[in-house]
């Protein structure tokens, strides 16, 4: 079974512009979330999908957006980017049952550059 | 907020000895718990997790405990492998609806296992 994919796995960008990251998440998983990771900071959850909805947000602003295909497959969205949105941005899939605890199986990343 | 602490930066341990990474939380929501190694240019992959109607959960060389009433938990490793240096991350999250799918960790803590 093939494990979460996320692509590109570098970018280099420039103040100002914007960019789309990819998630393709495990086969029957459901849901897919995205968390951003800076240096000392830990996972800081943004956003989960579920069904092409999102499902749950974190406290990050308006120019983090996502969305999600009905193929659960998501790409997230940065736009005016900014310095301090260098980070390394990991998307994690599961099934999407709320009604048990689940773990999630997270990509290896999209790290991120802003010039 | 930080509802997730690992208050250790970095542990350093002798190959054969034990390896205790310690993790506190703030959330009396939360109920199950979940620890992720992380290599670098790597995702998280998952090692772990207790429910909160546990006190103990056992797999192999690794052990969590988790204190309730002290809303701390623990991971040990024994004997402990160079193979093992590598950010490990505490998670935590909660079944209540608005949490969903949401996993609120740590800092990490760097382990470095000594040959």
């Known amino acids: 079974k093939a494990g979460v994919t996320q692509t590109p796995r570098y970018l280099i960008k420039t103040r100002g512009q914007q960019v789309t990251l990819s998630c393709s998440p495990i086969?029957?998983?459901?849901?897919v979330s995205w968390y951003q990771q800076t240096p000392g900071q830990g996972l800081q959850f943004l956003f989960e999908?579920?069904?092409?909805?999102?499902?749950n947000k974190g406290n990050f602003p308006g120019r983090f957006s996502g969305r999600q295909f009905s193929n659960s497959r998501s790409e997230m969205n940065v736009s005016t980017l900014e310095l301090g949105d260098s980070a390394l941005y990991l998307c994690?899939?599961?099934?999407?049952?709320?009604?048990?605890?689940?773990?999630?199986?997270f990509g290896s990343g999209t790290q991120l550059s802003v010039l | 907020d930080q509802q997730v602490k690992q208050n250790s930066p970095s542990l350093s341990v002798q190959e054969g000895r034990i390896s205790i990474l310690n993790c506190d939380y703030t959330?009396?929501?939360?109920?199950?718990f979940l620890w992720y190694k992380k290599y670098p240019a790597e995702g998280p992959t998952f090692l772990i997790s207790?429910?909160?109607?546990?006190d103990k959960n056992e797999d192999g060389r690794f052990t969590v405990f988790l204190n309730k009433s002290a809303k701390h938990l623990s991971l040990h490793i024994v004997p402990s492998q160079p193979g093992d240096s590598a950010v490990y991350f505490c998670?935590?999250?909660?079944?209540?609806?608005?949490?969903?799918?949401?996993?609120?960790f740590g800092a990490g803590t760097i382990l470095r296992v000594k040959s």
């Open positions: 994690a899939s599961s099934l999407g049952n709320r009604a048990v605890n689940e773990k999630l199986f």
């Open positions: 999908y579920f069904s092409e909805t999102q499902r």
């Open positions: 207790i429910s909160s109607i546990k």
């Open positions: 998670a935590a999250s909660a079944s209540a609806m608005e949490y969903g799918n949401k996993l609120v």
């Open positions: 086969s029957g998983h459901r849901s």
């Open positions: 959330n009396s929501m939360f109920d199950y």
